[in-house]
Each structure stands twice: as structure tokens, then as C-alpha cells.
Nanobody, 121 residues
Framework: QVQLVESGGGLVQPGGSLRLSCAAS????????MGWYRQAPGKQRELVATITSGVSTNYADSVKGRFTISRDNAKNTVYLQMNSLKPEDTAVYYC???????????????WGQGTQVTVSS
């Protein structure tokens, strides 16, 4: 069984910063791509950023230059540093991971439970 646990959300003023963390645990053999997604009220879940095991990154246009995704492979953890936050960044943020568990379990995509980020004065 594999679990993803996010932390670091909260309330921040416009222009402020937050750092999200997501730790994967369980019977993990390897983790391929990891990513962050978000879902605002009344909207579909959208991609924020992804990072491969080779640390190649990809960002949504709306967060380029403000957010940075990184990972610590030794800790099976992915981070999202969010700077210059805007009210439109308000959403529940979810991490996900493409995990190869130890055999005989099959490779699967796992999701965290989500963490609320609210940007408001």
C-alpha cells in the first residue's frame, strides 16, 4: 500500500509565500513522475507542475516564474515553493505520484488527500 501525505497549506496574504510538501510512504520500489494539481471551487482540477525522476520540470503558464517544484528522492518527497501568491491561486492542492510498488503490485498513480491554500487579505 502506498500513501501520499501533503502538508504546508494555509492562509496567506497576496504577495506572500507558502511551501507545500508531499511525502510518499509504503511499499515503494521507485517513483517516476510526481506532480501538483489544484482545484478551485466550481472548477475542474488542473495541473500546476510536474517533475520527473530525472528532475525535468513542467509548469502551468499561470504559475511560471512564481512556483518551483522540486523533489528529494531519498525521502520520496515532492515540494512546491509558491511565491508572489495571488487570490486566484486559492484552491485545494493535491499531489500525485506515478509509483512502482514492490512486486507483485502493479505500477499505479496515487493521490494525496489535498491541502487548502487560501490567498486573501
Amino acid at each position: 500500500q502506498v500513501q501520499l501525505v501533503e502538508s504546508g497549506g494555509g492562509l496567506v496574504q497576496p504577495g506572500g509565500s507558502l511551501r507545500l510538501s508531499c511525502a510518499a510512504s509504503g511499499t515503494i520500489f521507485s517513483i517516476n513522475r510526481m506532480g501538483w494539481y489544484r482545484q478551485a471551487p466550481g472548477k475542474q482540477r488542473e495541473l500546476v507542475a510536474t517533475i520527473t525522476s530525472g528532475v525535468s520540470t513542467n509548469y502551468a503558464d499561470s504559475v511560471k516564474g512564481r512556483f518551483t517544484i522540486s523533489r528529494d528522492n531519498a525521502k520520496n518527497t515532492v515540494y512546491l515553493q509558491m511565491n508572489s501568491l495571488k487570490p486566484e491561486d486559492t484552491a485545494v492542492y493535491y499531489c500525485n505520484a506515478d509509483v512502482q510498488p514492490r512486486l507483485p503490485s502493479a505500477r499505479s498513480i496515487y493521490w494525496g488527500q489535498g491541502t487548502q491554500v487560501t490567498v486573501s487579505s
